[in-house]
């Protein structure tokens, strides 16, 4: 990731101060707890995507990071994610989609059987602006996918899915996810697909929220398990 700097985009390893407002308790903590992550500032269109690949070397490390994106108006960009944390592992990324902008996320989680995991997603859209996030998850004892979202520009698009493969009765999936729709015009998808056997748990927690000036709101959700 070090070697690719396009002059469209700042990347860095850091510790993160960021001026975001809180959007809950658990998030609050994270940030004072999580001391390193990722701070993405994207000013123009990325071609290429983004690959941030974890490696570890113990079988019980404890990790915690914060990420940032930034996209500008206009801006386009594509961030994936991919490899084993750790053993137990919480996450946040803050993205924030300024007028007219494109954040397009991919991530492949559980490579390990035995580890636990919680995410958060917790993103912002102003006007004209697309978010899509999609997460792939496989093994792993307990995971859980937080995704906050917050459409506050006109003509805004989010779309958040998630497939999950689980096995045997130790094995526990959860996504939860919050859209509020607070400009005209938005549209929202929700698309989650679960397959477990063997006793695996999968849960879906899915809430729109259409604020009263929201008109012509467009909210889907679909959770389908096999």
Known sequence: MRDFHPPEITTQWQSIEHPNKL????????????????????????????????????DTADVMLHHVVK????????????????????????????????FHHVRAQGRDHE?????????????????????LTANGVMTRNDCVIELTGDDAAAHVAGACVGDGADFHHDDTVFITHDAVNCESRQVFKKVLRNGATGVFQGKILV????????GYQISQSL
């Open 23 to 58: 959007w809950n308790g658990r998030f609050a903590l994270d940030r004072l707890d999580a001391p390193d992550g990722v701070l993405i500032h994207v000013t123009g269109k990325i071609s290429k995507p983004v690959n941030i690949v974890y490696r570890r070397t113990s």
């Open 71 to 102: 996209l500008d108006a206009g801006a386009e960009f594509t961030l994936l994610e991919n490899g084993p944390v750790a053993a137990r592992f919480n996450g946040v990324l803050e993205v924030e989609v300024a007028d007219n902008a494109s």
């Open 115 to 135: 580890q636990r995991a919680a995410t958060h997603i917790f993103t912002r859209l102003g006007t004209e602006s697309a978010f899509k996030s999609f997460t």
């Open 211 to 218: 604020k009263a000036d929201a008109q012509k709101t467009d």
